[in-house]
T-cell receptor
Framework: DTAVSQTPKYLVTQMGNDKSIKCEQN?????MYWYKQDSKKFLKIMFS???????INETVPNRFSPKSPDKAHLNLHINSLELGDSAVYFC??????????????FGQGTRLTVV | GQQLNQSPQSMFIQEGEDVSMNCTSS?????WLWYKQDPGEGPVLLIA?????ELTSNGRLTAQFGITRKDSFLNISASIPSDVGIYFC????????????FGTGTRLKVLA
């Protein structure tokens, strides 16, 4: 069974469109994250939710809006997509951010291409 | 902002050789994690380190939490072709923000 699953795996869309990426984890973790990996493979955290509460919000354009309907799901909605949004977006989860067992488990990634 | 410098950036090695890579920073960390990413996949956790000076092994992998809490090292012994991939360190800052900062990655290619 997949621990952290995100859909879709690939997303190609035109500039200006609005799109969503979904993420679900079946590990019973309290915390979920969104990371962005650029073309140079650099990974940077975007958001983190703990029990549906936003706890980390990096300097991300407000066109990006995370939504956590419950602690097993964290979706990412992106408005007015721009060319620079093209990247691989990873969802991850961990038991709790404040505990020593904060190892994150990652999904397979969503490769977003804006044309 | 805080940065994690990871080196080397990439390396080609012969099968059977040992590999070393490291992460350094000017910031102090509470936790160090080492991940491996295969093409088209998400990072997979290899080793987690929680105490300064800690040395932990996972099969042919050994990682150490630097005594100054500003660096960490990963060694792979007797490399095999499936070790190819990108290795990332990630550190959790001691300053209380709880977030992990990832290193820039080491791309490993193993020649059979």
């Amino acid at each position: 069974d997949t621990a952290v699953s995100q859909t879709p795996k690939y997303l190609v869309t035109q500039m200006g469109n609005d799109k969503s990426i979904k993420c679900e984890q079946n590990l019973g973790h309290d915390t979920m994250y969104w990371y962005k990996q650029d073309s140079k493979k650099f990974l940077k955290i975007m958001f983190s939710y703990n029990n549906k509460e936003l706890i980390i919000n990096e300097t991300v354009p407000n066109r990006f809006s995370p939504k956590s309907p419950d602690k097993a799901h964290l979706n990412l909605h992106i408005n007015s997509l721009e060319l620079g949004d093209s990247a691989v977006y990873f969802c991850a989860s961990s038991q709790a951010p404040r505990e020593l067992s904060a190892e994150a488990f990652f999904g397979q990634g969503t490769r977003l291409t804006v044309v | 902002g805080q940065q994690l410098n990871q080196s080397p950036q990439s390396m080609f090695i012969q099968e059977g050789e040992d590999v070393s890579m490291n992460c350094t920073s000017s910031s102090i960390f509470n936790t160090w994690l080492w991940y491996k990413q295969d093409p088209g996949e998400g990072p997979v956790l290899l080793i987690a380190l929680y105490k300064a000076g800690e040395l932990t092994s996972n099969g042919r992998l050994t990682a150490q939490f630097g005594i100054t809490r500003k660096d960490s090292f990963l060694n792979i012994s007797a490399s095999i072709p499936s070790d190819v991939g990108i290795y990332f360190c990630a550190g959790q800052l001691a300053s209380g923000t709880y977030k992990y900062i990832f290193g820039t990655g080491t791309r490993l290619k193993v020649l059979a």
